[in-house]
C-alpha cells in the first residue's frame, strides 16, 4: 500500500501535458519568434542599445510563452503584463535601492510584488523574475534607477503585447480573451443550462478550491458543459438526425403564392414550409412567423383580416404588397446533415428559439425536417432504452 502511494505520489512531480495538435504547437512557436524578434528590432530603434541587456530582459522570454502559448489564460492578458510587470520592476528597484543585503532585497522584492499583483488584479508570473532583474541585474540595471520601469520594461512589456494582440487574432485565436457578460437580475438561464451546474455552483466550488487557476472562469464552465454534451452523446448513442426526422416533408418554391402556402400550413397543421429550388436544394424557410411579421400584426385586433389581405393577390402587374414565399422567407436557414448527432440540435432547438431544423444531404438537398416535437421523442424513447442497453 505505502508503495502504491509513493509510486502515486512520484507520478505527480510529472505533469500532465495540454493535448495541442502540431498546427497549435507551432502557431505558439512562430508567435514568440515574431514577438521576442520584433520587440528586440523596435526596442533597438527606440532606445538606441547595441546591446542585448538593453534592448531585451530576460523575463520576456517568459511572458512570450503565455502570450503565445496560452493566450487565453487569465495570466496573459494585457492588464496582468503590463500591470504586473510595472508594479514589479517599481518594487524590484525600489527594495534594491533601500536594501544593501542582495538576498534580504530579492526576497522582499518578490514578496511585495505578489503581494501587489494580488491586489491590483494583474498576476503575471514572469513579472516575479522582472523583480528579481532590478535587485540583481547589476551595476548597469542599478545606475537606472527608477527609469529602469519605463525602459527597457516599459517598452519591451507594450512591444510584445501589441504584437501578441495582432498574432493571435491573425491566426484565429481571441485576444484579449474578454470575459463574457453574466446575466442579471432575474434573467432565466438559457434552457440548456437549467438542467445543468449554475453560475452559483461553480462559483461555490472555485470559492472552496481557493486556488488561482489558469483558466478563465467562463471558459471552464463552456468546457464543463461541452464535457457534459459530449457524456450525453455516449449515453444516447450516435443517433443521428436520419433516424428521427420526418421524411414526408411539405415543401414550396419561390415562385409559390401566399395563399397556397398559408392554405398547405393550414391543412397539414405544421409552422414552416422549406422553400426549395428545382434541384430540390433549401433556399430558405417561411414559418407562421414570416406571415404575421409581413401582416403587420402589432395587435390581435383585426387579426384575420390582416393575413387575408396579406395573401389576397393584387390585380394588376405593380404593387408593393408581397405575393409570393420568396418575399417573405427567411433566407438565412439553420440546417443539420442526416449523419449529425441529435444531441448537436439540442441548443439549437431550445436556446436559439428554432423549431424546425431542415435535414440536408452533402449537395443541400433535402432529406427531411427534424421539429422540437422530434428531439423530445427521440431523447425520452433513448432514456426509456438505458437500463436494456446496460443490462
Not at 519605463?150 to 480573451?177: C, D, E, K, Q, W
Not at 472562469?217 to 433516424?243: H, I, K, V
Not at 428521427?244 to 418554391?253: A, F, K, L
Not at 397539414?268 to 414570416?290: E, F, M, N, S
Request: glycine content about 8%; aromatic content about 4%; overall charge positive.
Amino acid at each position: 500500500m505505502r508503495h502504491l502511494e509513493l509510486t502515486r505520489w512520484l507520478r505527480s512531480f510529472v505533469s500532465i501535458q495540454t493535448r495541442v495538435n502540431r498546427t497549435e504547437r507551432l502557431r505558439a512557436c512562430c508567435g514568440a519568434l515574431s514577438g521576442i524578434l520584433i520587440t528586440g528590432l523596435v526596442a533597438h530603434l527606440m532606445l538606441g542599445s547595441a546591446s542585448a541587456a538593453g534592448l531585451l530582459i530576460a523575463p520576456m522570454g517568459a511572458s512570450a510563452v503565455l502570450l503565445f502559448a496560452l493566450p487565453s489564460s487569465p495570466l496573459a492578458q494585457p492588464w496582468s503584463i503590463i500591470g504586473g510587470n510595472a508594479v514589479s520592476a517599481t518594487i524590484g528597484v525600489a527594495c534594491g535601492l533601500l536594501i544593501s543585503d542582495p538576498a534580504w532585497a530579492a526576497a522582499l522584492a518578490i514578496t511585495l510584488a505578489i503581494a501587489a499583483m494580488f491586489a491590483l488584479g494583474c498576476v503575471h508570473p514572469p513579472s516575479g523574475a522582472v523583480a528579481l532583474t532590478a535587485v540583481l541585474g547589476g551595476p548597469a540595471i542599478h545606475a537606472q534607477g527608477f527609469y529602469f520601469v519605463l525602459a527597457p520594461v516599459g517598452v519591451n512589456s507594450l512591444l510584445l503585447l501589441l504584437v501578441a494582440i495582432a498574432y493571435n487574432n491573425i491566426t484565429l485565436r481571441r485576444y484579449p480573451h474578454a470575459v463574457l457578460p453574466r446575466a442579471q437580475g432575474n434573467s432565466d438561464a438559457l434552457p440548456t443550462n437549467r438542467s445543468s451546474f449554475t453560475a452559483a455552483d461553480l462559483d461555490q466550488v472555485l470559492s472552496q478550491v481557493n486556488e488561482v487557476l489558469d483558466i478563465n472562469r467562463d471558459d471552464l464552465a463552456n468546457l464543463l458543459r461541452q464535457t457534459e454534451m459530449r457524456a450525453y452523446q455516449r449515453r444516447f448513442g450516435e443517433l443521428s438526425c436520419a433516424d428521427i426526422m420526418s421524411r414526408d416533408v411539405v415543401t414550396v418554391e419561390f415562385g409559390t403564392p401566399l395563399k397556397q402556402a398559408w392554405a398547405l400550413l393550414r391543412q397539414h397543421r405544421i409552422k414552416a414550409l422549406p422553400v426549395l429550388d428545382r434541384a430540390r436544394r433549401v433556399t430558405g424557410i417561411v414559418t407562421q412567423a414570416d406571415f404575421f411579421r409581413d401582416a403587420d400584426m402589432q395587435s390581435h385586433v383585426g387579426l384575420g383580416e390582416k393575413l387575408r389581405n396579406l395573401i389576397r393577390r393584387i390585380p394588376g402587374t405593380h404593387t408593393n404588397q408581397p405575393e409570393v414565399v420568396g418575399q417573405i422567407m427567411s433566407k438565412n436557414v439553420r440546417s443539420a446533415g442526416a449523419g449529425q448527432p441529435i444531441v448537436e440540435l439540442v441548443p439549437l432547438l431550445s436556446d436559439s428559439g428554432l423549431h424546425h431544423i431542415p435535414v440536408i444531404d452533402d449537395e443541400r438537398r433535402l432529406c427531411g425536417m427534424v421539429t422540437q416535437s422530434d428531439l423530445v421523442a427521440a431523447l425520452y424513447q433513448g432514456r426509456l432504452d438505458q437500463p436494456a442497453a446496460r443490462a
